[in-house]
């Protein structure tokens, strides 16, 4: 790991002090959970905060007491009213149920199918089950997979850190923060854990300063783009008022 941080400090001066302001990475990994329970975990929490979604999980594992966590087929002979007891909403229980089938006709990988899979591959087939998206595959195929070269660009915090880190005014674009990440390669994860940081010293007044920020695609501020409509609706009007007062031939 202290290797791999030299190399990314290297590659690039802000990410540099980044990492010296950030300290040594103390990532962990959760190489221990099937994908199954990993990504059951991921459909409780979202939209939740960690307690309340934390909570929801731990009385879901409970139904099935005394065994630590239910298998598939379990999930399938649990009713609706048993779940929904728990907390989980009617969409999670879906998901959950969707996910318990695509495990047993083996859609999901198991732990050691994944590691002989490369990341859009198992993206591609993670992300066939509800409620599943990119972000989530992309969390487990850095904290449960530890694969070195991941950058989850649709990540607030991945995003607000760049933004921070390189004084930036506004949030960049994910193609943009993809391609400016490409020099991070083949350390993105590194990097991605390093951003995240960059929010934290940002708060406790410690992070470096930025210097002269790259010319990144930003996105959008949503008080921009509702301007932007609103001095596009009176030259509609006009076309439309227009349109009505024309006269029909013969008339």
């Not at 590691?115 to 595959?137: K, P, Y």
Request: proline residues 7%; contains cysteine.
């Amino acid at each position: 790991m202290r290797e791999r941080e030299r190399a990314l400090g290297m590659c690039c001066p802000v990410m540099a002090r980044l990492i010296e302001a950030a300290g040594p990475c103390t990532w962990e990994l959760r190489a221990d959970l099937p994908p199954f329970q990993t990504l059951a975990r991921a459909i409780a929490h979202q939209q939740l905060n960690g307690v309340a979604a934390e909570s929801i999980f731990s009385r879901f594992k409970a139904l099935y007491a005394p065994a630590p966590f239910p298998e598939p087929s379990a999930i399938a002979k649990t009713s609706d009213a048993a779940l929904r007891a728990t907390g989980l909403s009617f969409a999670k229980i879906r998901a959950l149920r969707d996910l318990a089938e695509k495990v047993s006709t083996g859609i999901v990988p198991t732990t050691e199918e994944l590691h002989a899979l490369e990341n859009e591959m198992i993206i591609e087939r993670l992300t066939q089950v509800r409620g599943i998206g990119r972000w989530t595959v992309e969390m487990l195929l850095m904290f449960q997979l530890g694969r070195p070269d991941i950058l989850p660009v649709d990540d607030f915090g991945v995003c607000n850190g760049f933004r921070l880190a390189y004084g930036l005014k506004g949030m960049p674009r994910p193609r943009a923060l993809a391609e400016f990440g490409l020099r991070w390669a083949p350390h993105r994860s590194l990097a991605s854990w390093y951003l995240w940081r960059a929010s934290e010293l940002a708060r406790a007044q410690k992070l470096p300063r930025a210097g002269r920020a790259p010319r990144v695609a930003l996105r959008l501020q949503r008080a921009k783009v509702a301007v932007a409509k609103k001095a596009r609706r009176p030259a509609r009007r006009k076309q439309t008022a227009k349109k009505k007062t024309r006269k029909r031939p013969g008339r």
